[in-house]
């Protein structure tokens, strides 16, 4: 059964550490994506990576790292230098490089409250 | 920069009423993609547009791609307790097909 992971689905972390969200998918699929979705604001790009070993900043990396070592795995660190990590994370991938005209497949989604 | 506007951000209607969610990029787009996201859940893809003035139905959802390929609406006709959720357009800047920008979105509640 082909898809995307996320886990955990909720988390809980003390202000001042980092945390890691996994994302795997067995799809096959190249790039991979981070969103954020906040309350009415929608889906902001973190990073996305199109290759193994490469990666883009999206339009709110500012705080985030991410790692592509494995073409199923994207992993993203929230660190301590993002002021409001609280959020939901979501995870997705494209079949091809071509993020813009692709179909998105996102994973469930990892809920991240920094206490 | 470049933005995708998603209006209205919440509609309340009637089980049966219609609905619509309409989506206006300040740049000329290659495409458009219409996403659900079901209360708890991920946004799922619904459908893509490409051509200018295209129109597509999926059962009570119709999308259309305007002609000038800056906006796009989805209409859906007799809302159904099922249709509850957010709708979210996105669309990829013409000679951009890496980049994808996602609307707001619209969050459909109906009433029964």
């Known amino acids: ?115 | 920069g470049q933005q995708v506007m998603q209006i209205p951000q919440y509609q309340h209607v009637q089980e049966g009423e219609d609905f619509t969610t309409y989506c206006n990029s300040s740049t000329t787009l290659s495409n458009i993609q219409w996403y659900k996201q079901r209360p708890g859940g991920h946004p799922v893809f619904l459908i893509q547009l490409v051509k200018s003035g295209e129109v597509k139905k999926q059962k009570r959802l119709t999308f259309q791609f305007g002609e000038a390929k800056k906006n796009s609406s989805l209409h859906i006709t007799a809302t159904q307790t099922t249709d509850v959720g957010t709708y979210f357009c996105a669309g990829c800047p013409v000679n951009r097909d890496d980049k994808i920008i996602f609307g707001k979105g619209t969050r459909l509640h109906i009433l029964p």
């Open chain 1, 1 to 115: 059964d082909g898809g995307i992971t996320q886990s955990p689905k909720y988390l809980f972390r003390k202000e001042g550490q980092n945390v890691t969200l996994s994302c795997e998918q067995n799809l096959n699929h190249d790039a991979m994506y981070w969103y954020r979705q906040d309350p009415g604001q929608g889906l902001r790009l973190i990073y996305y990576s199109q290759i193994v070993n490469d990666f883009q900043k999206g339009d709110i990396a500012e705080g985030y790292s991410v790692s592509r070592e494995k073409k199923e795995s994207f992993p993203l660190t929230v660190t301590s230098a993002q002021k409001n990590p609280t959020a939901f994370y979501l995870c997705a991938s494209t079949l091809t490089l071509a993020g813009g005209t692709d179909t998105q497949y996102f994973g469930p989604g990892t809920r991240l409250t920094v206490l």
